[in-house]
């Protein structure tokens, strides 16, 4: 039976673990509303950019761009985005469990697939295997256009020095505080929406000095637009799922102190018990 001291460590200690989760629930809730924001206003220029993208390549049909070329997918580079730190829940656990799935697909296809990755709890998931890595971003902190940028570019890169066929996207997309969906999207070559999005409706361009010049600045800023919001709902997701982990750690942790108070009360109330008994025995055997 423990004792009362090792129970009431036990208390201090859980008390003590409940005061962090609480801590990291409440600067999680302050960052969600920010993330969320950023998220909600960014979807709408990235798909509006890849309406206008399309509408461009398909009206100017003469038109030729390193970036809409399709080839033979033999290369297959797979982005994957999660984050530097855990606490936060299955957050890290269901997208590194999908990329593995996406690559042993991609390899049972027979395509050569090259991991790039974007956090350190995937670079640390990754080099353990044996998988072929490219490169690699951690620390990117709080994200701007300016660090979706360099990844952006670095893809771009690749692609166009055929260096890679096709280039996918896999992060967590924001949809709720408690959900978040794990979406696998084609990068490159530049592909242009269904024809049921709302974002996507027929329109004449005149160019201005020409169709190529527009394509060939425009594109390399889509790459790093989509980059850019993939970022975004992935901090959204996090932040959502780290302040859900946080606000079930601290019920836990409730619901731990109570369980252990009581064991505490009731291993205190049967030594009180066994002490009366043992000082009525002495008394009798005095008698």
Same mark, same amino acid.
């Given at each position: 039976?423990?004792?009362?001291?090792?129970?009431?460590?036990?208390?201090? @200690?859980?008390?003590?673990?409940?005061?962090?989760?609480?801590?990291?629930?409440?600067?999680?809730?302050?960052?969600?509303?920010?993330?969320?924001?950023?998220?909600?206003?960014?979807?709408?220029?990235?798909?509006?950019?890849?309406?206008?993208?399309?509408?461009?390549?398909?009206?100017?049909?003469?038109?030729?761009?390193?970036?809409?070329? #399709?080839?033979?997918?033999?290369?297959?580079?797979?982005?994957?985005?999660?984050?530097?730190?855990?606490?936060?829940?299955?957050?890290?656990? @269901?997208?590194?469990?999908?990329?593995?799935?996406?690559?042993?697909?991609?390899?049972? $296809?027979?395509?050569?697939?090259?991991?790039?990755?974007?956090?350190?709890?995937?670079?640390?998931?990754?080099?353990?295997?044996?998988?072929?890595?490219?490169?690699?971003?951690?620390?990117?902190?709080?994200?701007?256009?300016?660090?979706?940028?360099?990844?952006?570019?670095?893809?771009?890169?690749?692609?166009?020095?055929?260096?890679?066929?096709?280039?996918?996207?896999?992060?967590?997309?924001?949809?709720?505080?408690?959900?978040?969906?794990?979406?696998?999207?084609?990068?490159?070559?530049?592909?242009?929406?269904?024809?049921?999005?709302?974002?996507?409706?027929?329109?004449?361009?005149?160019?201005?000095?020409?169709?190529?010049?527009?394509?060939?600045?425009?594109?390399?800023?889509?790459?790093?637009?989509?980059?850019?919001?993939?970022?975004?709902?992935?901090?959204?997701? $996090?932040?959502?799922?780290?302040?859900?982990?946080?606000?079930?750690?601290?019920?836990?942790?409730?619901?731990?102190?109570?369980?252990?108070?009581?064991?505490?009360? #009731?291993?205190?109330?049967?030594?009180?018990? #066994?002490?009366? @008994?043992?000082?009525?025995?002495?008394?009798?055997?005095?008698?």
């Amino acid at each position: 039976m423990p004792s009362l001291r090792d129970i009431q460590r036990k208390i201090t @200690s859980v008390k003590k673990t409940q005061q962090i989760t609480s801590a990291m629930k409440m600067v999680a809730a302050a960052k969600l509303r920010r993330a969320q924001e950023r998220v909600i206003a960014a979807r709408p220029y990235a798909r509006k950019m890849l309406a206008v993208i399309a509408n461009l390549a398909t009206s100017a049909e003469r038109v030729q761009h390193p970036l809409l070329a #399709k080839r033979e997918p033999n290369r297959v580079t797979l982005l994957v985005l999660t984050s530097d730190r855990g606490l936060c829940g299955a957050y890290n656990t @269901s997208i590194l469990r999908h990329a593995v799935e996406t690559i042993k697909q991609f390899q049972a $296809e027979g395509k050569d697939v090259t991991v790039d990755i974007v956090g350190r709890k995937a670079r640390d998931f990754f080099r353990k295997r044996e998988y072929k890595l490219g490169k690699v971003w951690m620390g990117l902190g709080t994200i701007g256009y300016e660090t979706a940028a360099p990844i952006g570019q670095y893809v771009v890169e690749q692609f166009i020095a055929s260096e890679t066929d096709d280039v996918y996207l896999l992060y967590n997309e924001f949809k709720s505080v408690i959900t978040q969906k794990v979406t696998l999207e084609k990068l490159l070559p530049v592909e242009p929406p269904e024809e049921s999005d709302p974002f996507m409706r027929a329109v004449d361009y005149l160019y201005e000095p020409s169709a190529e010049a527009i394509l060939g600045s425009i594109l390399p800023k889509h790459i790093e637009v989509q980059v850019y919001r993939s970022l975004l709902e992935s901090q959204a997701s $996090e932040v959502g799922a780290r302040m859900t982990a946080m606000d079930s750690a601290t019920r836990n942790a409730k619901d731990m102190i109570g369980r252990l108070t009581l064991k505490f009360n #009731k291993t205190r109330q049967a030594m009180i018990t #066994k002490e009366i @008994s043992e000082i009525v025995g002495g008394a009798e055997a005095l008698k």
